[in-house]
């Protein structure tokens, strides 16, 4: 199989490692072999912060430009300024209201580049559900919703309540199943 | 099926450290090797072992405490970040001389980028100036593998060896196998040698003769090492072109050649390229007529080729100079040297539409800054307010983020707030100008290179106001305990070491500790403390600014919880947003005035205490 490249990003505080961290894991139940990157020290500190995934026979740990499948970003403007590294026809999943994704400078070059996107509040939707720092969780169930591989959402959840800390597990679920929810609402349109 | 985990390669080295029987691991914090410790922490916890750790106060201290560690029989590591073995340099040239008796390992990780850095040095360079062996790994499996050979070989030829991995390997994530990992660490014994480990002059030089002689030996070895050093030539074929890669590029070039199918370009990996596997090399300069080296971060392997007609890299200007290597990057190089030497290009990375779109739409810059309700930000506001025109020396930590609060003038290296403060003192009081000075520094910063330089300032009646930001951990790397604290590297309980007797002991009589928490008081503090410093009888005032870090002390920090508002009477002069800096206050454009995020505001109340105007009030919860 050749190499499933996926984008994590947003901002310090966003939980962009833990939400790298599920994915990986329920990679690596399903048999992949898994090279990450992530960000750490003084970019932490509310900095943009990207992870990079990459399924598959690799060795190196980070995405080139345009070779990214999966694009998840838990702030617009990080997610455009990745913009970079998507590959043609690649997924997009913002965390941001519908219609403030994309601007409207942008919509050519997705269109161009058979960029297919999906937007959620993630962060209206966790605070809503009393868990504001939870939008991470949000979107990660939302692009679950998608079935776009190479784990599925019950696989996702499966992990989630493995690794989440017990004080922690029923909201990351609970939020996690919302995104889900709204997922499934919006392919249903 | 065998246990198998997700580990970030420091992981992974501290996986093939203890499947190598290392019995000592020595550190000191800074990114990207922080973590190494604390999984060889957890490792050793989970498997029952006996392994001695410790965070030592600064990286010579942790080298020498693991030296003495070898000569007595035992395998020990030491882990740093590239800057660190600096501070360490003066034990490793020594000790290259002396040489070990159980293996040694120097575990010193670049920061290419540079990503949480002062320099991108190399310090495959510092290997070659002391002159012992350095492995420089692609993956984390490979550093596994390499803390594990890098042992071996250092018993071997009783010599210390540096471990390089760069923050692409310390940072990346792999899934690793687990081997099962047995004790059976040889006990201490100290043979006394003191031609050897007391050499004098004369000794030296007889050592330095040995030590020639194992690099020589070493040499040989690395040429006949397949699992680190090889190339993929078939035997009497030729080629236009070849690539000598060691390190993350090596794993990089590797991926672009596989996904392109490039078979038409062989490959030298140099995973062990110092001292220079010769014969190695030398077969691939017979077989290529022109040789592309893609390193990391300086010219190591392109010098020891020595051939500069056949060979392109930085020397010839193929390779940037300065920056990572990240794959777009040497996916350009690789491609612009196909077409210098008209052959078949890699198709091309076509990024630059998305380059110039992401340009166009100005996004907002993200720089880094204090976490709200960081207890530095509020020392800083107070800092600048009671001292407007002074010089602000400062340090290593999260409170060079002091700078975006603009009290913050100057940051060279651990321990430098308080060198240069006593250096900026003596310049100008030379000239009889009379410029205030405040230094900042950090608790653990203090401990690692704050001390000789106080007793120096204080010797030479230098006369600066030091304000120890103490917030009871080493934030920056990951909430490592501090010497103050007596808590151990592996939880265990120590002796505490008081920050207010050690500043006392270094010859300091004007020590108050204040929390910053409370501007007004930290302020008036300062105002008394400036006086002292003038007075002919003063001397150096101390204060030290203690409030626990929110992110190591989330409750504690916020004993009481404010709800702040701002209120009608805003005028949007933006003083709080440029003096306060908290990324909780912020500029709504639709109220035309400062508002607060409640997303990431944490109650702390400070910024109360911050508007001329008294526009930001405290609200019932």
């Not at chain 2, 070898?70 to 590239?82: D, E, F, N, V, Y």
């Not at chain 2, 008209?342 to 992401?358: I, R």
Request: proline residues 6%; glycine residues 8%; hydrophobic residues 40%.
């Amino acid at each position: 199989m050749d190499a499933r490249n996926i984008l994590l990003c947003g901002l310090g505080g966003q939980g962009i490692l833990f939400m790298t961290k599920i994915l990986a894991q329920t990679a690596l139940a399903k048999g992949f072999n898994m090279m990450g990157a992530e960000t750490h020290g003084m970019a932490q500190r509310g900095g943009s912060v990207i992870s990079h995934l990459r399924l598959g026979e690799v060795e190196n740990s980070l995405v080139r430009t345009g070779s990214a499948h999966i694009l998840l970003a838990l702030e617009k403007n990080e997610g455009y300024r990745n913009l970079p590294f998507l590959s043609n026809g690649a997924k997009m999943f913002v965390n941001a209201e519908t219609d403030d994704f994309p601007v409207e400078a942008a919509k050519a070059f997705l269109k161009k580049n058979q960029v297919t996107y999906h937007t959620i509040p993630a962060s209206a939707l966790a605070e809503d559900l009393g868990a504001p720092l939870s939008s991470n969780l949000a979107l990660l169930g939302f692009f679950s919703a998608f079935d776009e591989g190479p784990v599925s959402h019950d696989e996702l959840r499966a992990t989630i309540e493995n690794i989440s800390p017990d004080r922690f597990k029923d909201n990351n679920l609970k939020v996690f199943d919302a995104g889900l929810q709204r997922g499934r609402q919006k392919r249903g349109k | 099926m065998n246990r198998e985990e997700i580990l970030l390669g420091n992981g992974a080295i501290a996986l093939g450290l203890l499947e190598a029987g290392c019995q000592v691991v020595t550190s000191y914090p800074g990114t990207p090797s922080s973590e190494i410790l604390p999984e060889v922490i957890r490792l050793v916890k989970s498997e029952g072992l006996h392994t001695y750790v410790e965070w030592s106060t600064n990286e010579k201290v942790a080298l020498d405490n693991a030296f003495a560690a070898s000569i007595t029989g035992k395998r020990a590591a030491c882990c740093m970040k590239q800057v660190g073995l600096n501070v360490a340099a003066d034990t490793l040239m020594s000790a290259a001389y002396q040489g070990t008796v159980g293996g040694l390992v120097i575990i010193s990780c670049d920061d290419p980028g540079p990503h949480s850095s002062q320099t991108e040095q190399d310090t495959r360079f510092m290997a070659r100036l002391a002159k012992v062996p350095v492995l420089d790994p692609s993956t984390p499996q490979e550093a596994r593998e390499m803390a594990g050979l890098a042992l071996a070989l250092s018993e071997e030829f009783r010599i210390p060896v540096i471990l390089r991995p760069a923050i692409r390997v310390c940072h990346a994530r792999q899934n690793i196998a687990f081997n099962p990992i047995e004790e059976n660490g040889p006990k201490a014994s100290f043979e006394k040698d003191p031609q050897r480990w007391a050499a004098t002059p004369k000794f030296r030089l007889t050592l330095h003769g040995e030590l020639n002689k194992k690099l020589e030996k070493i040499g040989k070895r690395f040429e006949e090492l397949p699992q680190v050093n090889f190339h993929n030539l078939e035997e009497g074929k030729s080629y236009p072109l070849g690539i000598a890669a060691g390190g993350v590029p090596f794993a990089v070039v590797r991926d672009i050649l596989m996904e392109e199918k490039r078979d038409d370009i062989p490959l030298l990996k140099l995973g062990a390229p110092y001292p220079f596997p010769r014969s190695l090399a030398d077969e691939f300069l017979k077989a290529c007529d022109r040789i592309l080296v893609i390193e990391e971060t300086d010219t190591l392997i392109e010098y020891l080729f020595g051939e500069r007609k056949k060979v392109l890299g930085r020397l010839s200007g193929h390779v940037p100079a300065e920056g990572e290597l990240v794959p777009q990057v040497i996916h350009g190089i690789i491609n612009r040297v196909l077409m210098e030497l008209t052959l078949p290009p890699l198709p091309e990375d076509e990024d630059g539409e998305a380059l110039a779109l992401v340009q166009q739409l100005e996004l907002p810059v993200r720089r880094p800054t204090l976490c709200p309700g960081c207890g530095h930000r509020a020392a800083f506001f107070a800092i600048r307010k009671a001292q407007p025109k002074a010089i602000f020396t400062s340090d290593i930590g999260c409170y060079t983020l002091g700078l975006n609060l603009g009290a913050v003038d100057t940051c060279l290296d651990m321990g430098g707030a308080i060198t240069m403060a006593s250096g900026f003192y003596h310049s100008f009081s030379q000239d009889d100008i009379d410029q205030p000075i405040v230094a900042t520094i950090g608790d653990s910063t203090f401990f690692h290179s704050g001390t000789a330089g106080l007793i120096n300032a204080v010797y030479n009646d230098a006369r600066f106001i030091l304000v120890i930001l103490d917030n009871l951990t080493t934030a920056m790397t990951g909430m490592q305990p501090t010497p103050a604290l007596g808590t151990r590297a592996d939880g265990s309980q120590g002796k505490a070491v008081s920050l207010e007797r050690a500043v006392a002991g270094c010859g300091v009589d004007f020590i108050e500790v204040v929390d910053p928490y409370g501007t007004k008081d930290m302020s008036d503090t300062l105002k008394r403390a400036f006086e002292y410093v003038k007075e002919p009888q003063g001397g150096i005032a101390c204060i030290i600014a203690r409030h626990p870090c929110i992110i190591a002390y989330r409750e504690e920090a916020i004993p009481e919880k404010k709800k702040v508002a701002i209120t009608d009477d805003c005028t949007d002069c933006n003083f709080c947003l440029d003096r306060f800096e908290c990324p909780a206050l912020y500029h709504d454009e639709e109220l035309e005035r400062t508002n607060i995020n409640r997303q990431i505001c944490s109650d702390c109340g400070v910024c109360l205490q911050v508007c001329p105007k008294g526009a930001i009030v405290e609200v019932e919860a």
